[in-house]
Nanobody, 121 residues
Framework: QVQAVESGGGSVQAGGSLTLTCLAS?????????LIWYRQFPGKDREFVSG??????RTYADSVKGRFTSSRENPRKATLRMDSLKPEDTAIYYC???????????????WGQGTQVTVSS
């Protein structure tokens, strides 16, 4: 079973930095996986933050462009460096492991448990 575990959340003051890490496990050898960052504000749906898709440029939500940097160190590890944090970045951050559809594999989403990021003014 594919699993994702996020770490690195915490509390910082506005203008500070945090780096989140996503570690995935349980991959099937015949499938390809993307690691994608989402966040969720209280009472809201999860929203896209940044994608570290295999063989594609990194993508970012407009709200984090120029402040957040995502990287894919290996197929099972992604990081999200968050600089110049703002109080409005306060949310639970999730790592999504997306199993790409192919001849051998069906499309599937595996979510991590999330990590809380709190930015105080």
């Amino acid at each position: 079973q594919v699993q994702a575990v996020e770490s690195g959340g915490g509390s910082v003051q506005a203008g500070g930095s945090l780096t989140l890490t996503c570690l995935a496990s349980g991959y099937r050898n015949t499938c390809t996986y993307d690691l994608i960052w989402y966040r969720q504000f209280p009472g809201k749906d999860r929203e896209f933050v940044s994608g570290t898709e295999t063989d594609k440029p990194r993508t970012y939500a407009d709200s984090v462009k120029g402040r957040f940097t995502s990287s894919r160190e290996n197929p099972r590890k992604a990081t999200l460096r968050m600089d110049s944090l703002k109080p409005e970045d306060t949310a639970i951050y999730y790592c999504l492991v997306y199993q790409r559809p192919s001849f051998w594999c069906s499309s599937y989403n595996f979510w991590g448990q999330g990590t809380q990021v709190t930015v105080s003014s």
